[in-house]
């Protein structure tokens, strides 16, 4: 059978002679871009786009594969069952430069929007002047959430050498997991503008805001949808000034769903990572940690994790795993980098995003939540001080204390008790209004319960002698205080020592047929362990007596500890036993 094509067509031929030059800046708006770059195999073009983001970055023109439609693929006749799929290339390349010295941190930034079908992908490649082969710098799949994201790849190991960019686009049909399909799933393709080789080191990271427009000069974005301005909407705003970074500034985070996947098959995943500038971690002796102000509400399945990459690394390292959502606050977690001490390394904020499924297989839902936004990132040294008592009044409250996993917050309530104890600041979980849970979508019958976690953590404080007097009696609501089983001493028996005392709101989505589960195992402690001092739910009963402690669950002796100052008469004055931390005050 014959499968004729269109064609093949040809116009403008020339010899021309002459050096290109390669601008400092290439944002394609001049008429010449086209003589300063040349398309090898295919669609690329250089002019003013009417698909895709329907924009350039900046200016009216651009580098795009197609700018009036979707990026094509290719099915050969008839192509065998389960062979491999059939590939379409083309590629942009740029006019021949050479790079700066290694000293000067030589690195190539350029925006770019980009939207593959299911299989597709695109390379920023580089190539040697006088070799054949080209170098893959960084490889880009699924898309980028609809906003334009600016990487910044290293070219050092090139230094002093000629080089060709190039940005190649890879087109080929999907498959369903078990053999081949012949569909096409084309995309919009992939938009590049403001390709540039900057040198010299970014800024080190004091107290970023993202406030000056430098900001997108320090950091940069890797696979995605990073944005650094002026979040939209009523649903969040920046801490402090206006403007936050965040994963789409003006929508929900989007998530991946390849066409026709398989069955059970691993869940399709969209990643994009915010990257700090380099920072030298100071000796450990001094406590450095990195604090930073987050809001977030993922999707089912998606999360965020706080990284770092030490310099010369290829892999990152996860310091802290956020998923879920922070009940509609900011909080402020201080994540421990006395391992890196003297160590050059980048931070970086990694969005994980993919679809959910039902516990029993694949479901080709997407469940995206409105993001990742984050602010004030600052790394800070020295060790805050526990203050005895802890009224939260003064703002360094903000800078003592830390909140891991969201919710808790420090200030003035507007809702539940609607005041504090003492003076006007607390600390609580969302201070106006409801704390929030989450259900995961369609999470299988009668699965594992989701929860939400929020932990309220103190300064580190130094326990006294079992033999010291005890201090004087503190005018708090509530006291704790626990016991290891066949102790006679507070604080699981321990003559003194270090000890932090933290708050755990645990909340959990309704789940059929499985009901909340404590664990009264006692456990020895660590330095990751957290001993259990109470578990309070839903609210005091009361009586005739006064106020009444909650209901126990099986297996835990569990009371409230009233300070001698707050303690109501007649209110017994019980120990409790330790166990697993799986709630809290």
């Not at 930073?292 to 690394?313: K, P, S």
């Not at 007097?469 to 704790?480: M, Q």
Request: glycine letters at 14%; aromatic letters at 10%.
């Amino acid at each position: 059978m014959n499968t004729p094509g269109p064609g093949w067509y040809v116009d403008d031929v020339e010899v021309v002679t002459g050096p290109t030059a390669f601008l400092s800046s290439e944002s394609f708006d001049d008429p010449a871009a086209a003589d300063r770059w040349h398309v090898t195999h295919g669609f690329w073009e250089i002019g003013v786009p009417t698909s895709g983001p329907g924009q350039a970055w900046s200016g009216t023109r651009l580098a795009g594969t197609v700018l009036a439609g979707h990026c094509p693929e290719h099915v050969k006749y008839n192509s065998a069952w389960g062979a491999a799929p059939d590939v379409l290339e083309s590629r942009l390349v740029s006019p021949p430069f050479v790079v700066p010295e290694a000293g000067l941190e030589p690195r190539l930034r350029f925006r770019h929007w980009y939207h593959f079908g299911a299989e597709d992908r695109g390379q920023a490649e580089v190539r040697v002047e006088g070799t054949a082969g080209w170098e893959t710098l960084s490889t880009y799949t699924a898309h980028s959430g609809g906003v334009w994201s600016r990487p910044a790849l290293d070219l050092r190991k090139y230094a002093g050498q000629r080089l060709r960019i190039g940005f190649l686009y890879l087109g080929q049909v999907s498959t369903n997991g078990f053999g081949r399909w012949e569909v096409e799933t084309p995309g919009p393709g992939w938009y590049v503008d403001e390709v540039e080789v900057v040198t010299g080191p970014p800024s080190s990271l004091g107290l970023e805001g993202f406030e000056d427009p430098a900001a997108e000069d320090r950091w940069q974005v890797t696979h995605g949808f990073w944005e650094i301005g002026e979040p939209q909407g009523d649903r969040v705003g920046a801490v402090s000034g206006t403007r936050v970074a965040g994963t789409v500034l003006g929508g929900d985070c989007p998530e991946w769903v390849k066409h026709n996947s398989a069955w059970g098959a691993a869940p399709d995943v969209v990643e994009s990572r915010l990257v700090s500038p380099p920072i030298v971690v100071p000796e450990a002796a001094r406590e450095p940690r990195l604090r930073f102000r987050h809001w977030y509400d993922f999707g089912a399945d998606d999360q965020g994790q706080v990284q770092v990459q030490r310099e010369g690394a290829e892999t990152w390292e996860t310091l802290g795993t956020y998923t879920t959502h922070g009940s509609g606050v900011w909080s402020r977690p201080a994540l421990d980098l006395r391992k890196f001490a003297g160590q050059r390394l980048r931070v970086g904020f990694l969005y994980h995003g993919q679809v959910s499924t039902n516990g029993f297989g694949r479901w080709e839902a997407p469940t995206s939540g409105p993001g990742w936004y984050v602010d004030d990132v600052e790394m800070v040294t020295g060790s805050p001080t526990f203050l005895a008592p802890e009224g939260f009044d003064d703002p360094g409250a903000v800078d003592r204390w830390e909140v891991t996993g969201g919710v808790w917050q420090i200030g003035e309530p507007t809702s539940g008790p609607n005041r504090a104890a003492s003076g006007t600041r607390v600390a609580g979980t969302v201070l106006a209004g409801d704390y929030l849970e989450r259900v995961k979508y369609n999470s299988g019958w009668r699965g594992t319960p989701d929860v939400v976690e929020s932990r309220l953590v103190s300064p580190v404080l130094q326990v006294p002698e079992a033999t010291a007097e005890p201090p004087p009696a503190v005018p708090a609501l509530v006291r704790l205080r626990r016991r290891r089983r066949g102790s006679g001493r507070g604080l699981g028996g321990r003559r003194g020592g270090v000890a932090a005392v933290a708050g755990v709101h645990r909340a959990r989505g309704a789940a059929y047929g499985v009901g909340p589960r404590w664990t009264s195992a006692d456990t020895p402690a660590s330095a990751s362990d957290w001993a259990f001092c109470s578990a309070f739910r839903s609210r005091p009963m009361a009586s005739a007596a006064g106020r009444r402690r909650p209901p126990a669950p099986a297996g835990i002796s569990t009371t409230w500890k009233w300070s001698p100052a707050r303690r109501p008469s007649g209110t017994p004055m019980t120990s409790m036993t330790r166990g697993r931390q799986t709630a809290g005050w």
